[in-house]
């Protein structure tokens, strides 16, 4: 199913794609009063599974706490219609976006008149940063700040925050690059528009910390465990902008992205301008989870298709065998 067709969860029933509106008197569409998801499901070797699937829910209905948004659905109650809209279009593998917004009553700035309304999209989505992207990126650093602290708070995925996300991508893309990285309020690395970052220097792998206005992503914790579980030191530091320039190896990690290598900086090139030792081992490791290679050790994947039980009995049993 690509994008603009199949069926959308919306407000409590599946609708076609071409009829799941809203009103233009929305507040959302007037405010940004949305929060949202960016979810995946792979189709592994052993049947179709949501990455984090809980995770990236609880991090929606933590978003609109923040927001006090009430969520109309419970955790289980998100897994259940992501699950029935990925069945709904038959998909084995996709990108998924629960959205959670403030519809149509009143269009004062106070959202809290307004019902909160909540859909599910789900469409195949590869390659965010283009087909190229698994050798290297080229990025600049923005010259538009991440949200200061106690301004839009960047822990809550928001659609008012991608107004910001928005400004570092246009610029990156119109400069030519393929993303921006944003500083700080106080000059320090921030994070991609919309993927964190990582970079490793003489072995240690460094990420920024939540204290550097980013947004605490799904994959950059998968990441600190898979880096940590192969044996590397990882510590979540501030990183002042020139350490960008003196890294070996440098890479975004998110759910869009998964994890993709950066080749140059503001053209400085990163190490040897290509993919590192660190970068290749943490991706290869993702890779085999999320294609099913290697046993799903953290419990990271919620399988989709009930039919396909029977498939992951037999390849546990084959495994259980060969042990
Ligand atoms: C601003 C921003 N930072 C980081 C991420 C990475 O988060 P995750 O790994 O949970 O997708 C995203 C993607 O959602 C993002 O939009």
Known sequence: MSFGTGKIWMNGSLVDWADARIHIASHVVHYGTGVFEGARCYQTKRGSACFRLDDHVLRLINSGRIYRMESPLDRQGWARVIEETIRANDLKACYIRPIMYRGYSALGVNPLPCPVEAAVLVWEWAGYLGPDAENGVDVRVSSWNRMAP???????????????????????VLDGYAEGIALDVNGFVSEGSG???????????????AAASILPGITRDSVITMARSLGYEVREEVMPRELLYLADEAFFVGTAVEITPIRSIDKIVVGAGKRGPVTAAIHRTFFDVINGDAPDTHGWLTWVYPDEEPLRTRAAAAGAASR
Request: hydrophobic share 45%.
């Open 195 to 209: 993927q964190n970052i990582f970079i490793v220097r003489n072995g240690i792998v460094y990420t920024t910390p």
């Open 150 to 172: 106690n301004t839009l708070p960047a822990m809550a995925k928001s659609s008012a925050n991608y107004a910001n996300a928005g400004l570092i991508k246009m610029e990156a």
